[in-house]
């Protein structure tokens, strides 16, 4: 049995997008088409250094008995990861930043759509693109201004819901 070569998808080239909690993103379709046509207020939050973990995780509780060598293990709710998102900074670039901090001074969700592809022309539909959908908030907002450095405003969000993997191609 011959083992198939293994294939990755690089980090870079990922893109970062958040819309309304309304839009439909149920299908790798109906992502791309919020993003092609610009509907349901969906920006792009660009200039990322980093975009951390997107995670879920689900609590287990273990019962072990005193009389006997045995435990039994239950699962129990998800729960959900906060990560820290970096972007670099310009007075004056439309990268997201402003949605950011409307997002946490009016106390908004929204969804995030991550495209993770590494076509350097951006076409969602090739080359490995997959799609990673869910919703959040954003819990942290502020700069970062060190000496000798770029100015960077990181975000921490906290996850609120992180729904499958979607590939672009898939109705």
């Not at 946490?104 to 495209?115: A, D, E, M, T």
């Not at 090739?126 to 502020?142: D, L, P, Q, R």
Request: aromatic share 6%; hydrophobic share 35%; charged share 30%.
């Amino acid at each position: 049995m011959a083992v198939e070569k293994l294939e990755v998808t690089d980090a870079q080239l990922t893109k970062l997008y958040i819309c309304d909690t309304d839009a439909d993103l149920s299908t790798g379709a109906k992502v791309a088409a919020v993003i092609k046509n610009s509907t349901n207020n969906v920006k792009r939050i660009a200039f990322l250094e980093d975009l951390g973990e997107f995670t879920k995780t689900r609590q287990t509780n273990e019962y072990q008995c005193i009389d006997e060598d045995v435990s039994a293990v239950s699962q129990g709710p998800v729960s959900y990861s906060e990560t820290e998102i970096k972007l670099f900074y310009k007075a004056g670039q439309e990268n997201g930043v402003k949605e950011l901090e409307t997002m946490f001074n009016k106390k908004l969700r929204k969804q995030f759509i991550i495209v993770c592809s590494d076509d350097p022309d951006g076409d969602t539909d090739t080359k490995h693109a997959t799609y990673i959908i869910g919703e959040f908030i954003n819990v942290k907002t502020g700069m970062s201004i060190q000496k000798g450095d770029v100015i960077r405003v990181p975000a921490t969000i906290k996850i609120t819901r992180l729904d499958n993997i979607l590939e672009a191609g898939a109705a």
